[in-house]
């Protein structure tokens, strides 16, 4: 079982920036492949970005050259940091870990509102 906390989302206005936490608990943190989803109103859960264990980063054409996934392995936590936020990223973010077997565990999320 991999137990995951997600933390740093708030209310921010557009052109903002805010930095989300997921601290990760229960496996060896170093050897999973870490990921962020979110899920609008309404919509269907999509995915934001991921980073392996070898620091390859993925991300979504719609947050590329404005989102940034980063790890911390001493810490066992994985960020997304969020710039030049647009209403359209208003979402819960939910932050996901991919062991190597196979196992999937996802975190409760934390909600994130981009707006004037």
């Known amino acids: 079982q991999v137990q995951l906390v997600e933390s740093g989302g708030g209310l921010v206005q557009p052109g903002g920036s805010l930095t989300l936490s997921c601290a990760a608990s229960g496996s060896i943190f170093r050897l999973n492949t870490m990921g962020w989803y979110r899920q609008a109103p309404g919509k269907e859960r999509e995915w934001v970005a991921t980073i392996t264990r070898s620091i390859t980063t993925n991300y979504a054409d719609t947050v590329k050259g404005r989102f940034t996934i980063s790890r911390d392995n001493a810490k066992s936590t994985v960020y997304l940091r969020m710039s030049s936020l647009k209403a359209e990223d208003t979402a819960v973010y939910f932050c996901?870990?991919?062991?190597?077997?196979?196992?999937?565990?996802w975190g409760q999320g934390t909600q994130v509102a981009v707006s004037s």
């Open positions: 996901n870990a991919l062991t190597p077997s196979g196992n999937r565990f």
